[in-house]
């Protein structure tokens, strides 16, 4: 719809798609923290921030808008690996998982949706005053 491509309504889509996805990945790092060999997963944030911004450059330039769950559902579907910075010490059980690292994750990614939604609130308190003529 042409009234949503001149918001960032389909960019903060894929940011919100992408912190549920992480949020469900980092939450299955906890419930399996007592899981012997058990091996941190997560999504990359700084490869899916390069991803996103790539698209919005190349809207820019090509005029073409971003699809609903372009960017976050491709990148789910091949980030699932472990990322590097999140590694921590090899336990003598065979996990690498520091609870504490995850639980600093999840309140990141919680603080980047909750921060998408309210954007996005607002967004669409402003397309519903411009509709609705009032100002």
């Known amino acids: 719809m042409k009234l949503f491509e001149s918001t960032t309504i389909p960019v903060l ?16 790092n906890v419930a399996n923290a007592n899981t012997p060999g058990f091996r941190v997963r997560d999504l990359s944030v700084d490869t ?7 698209a919005i450059d190349a809207q820019h330039e090509t005029g073409k808008t971003l699809s609903p769950g372009e960017i ?8 699932q690996q472990v990322r590097d910075t999140t590694r921590n010490i090899l336990y ?17 990614n919680q603080y980047m949706h909750n921060m998408a939604i309210s954007i ?8 519903q005053t411009a509709i609705s003529e009032r100002v």
């Open 48 to 54: 899916f921030q390069q991803r996103l911004r790539e």
């Open 120 to 127: 996005m609130s607002t967004q669409f308190r402003m397309l």
């Open 13 to 28: 889509q894929e940011v919100i798609g992408f912190a549920q996805a992480r949020h469900e990945v980092l939450v299955g």
């Open 72 to 79: 976050s559902q491709r990148e789910v579907a091949s980030m």
């Open 92 to 108: 003598h059980d065979g996990t690498d998982l520091g609870m504490e690292q995850q639980v600093l994750e999840i309140s990141k």
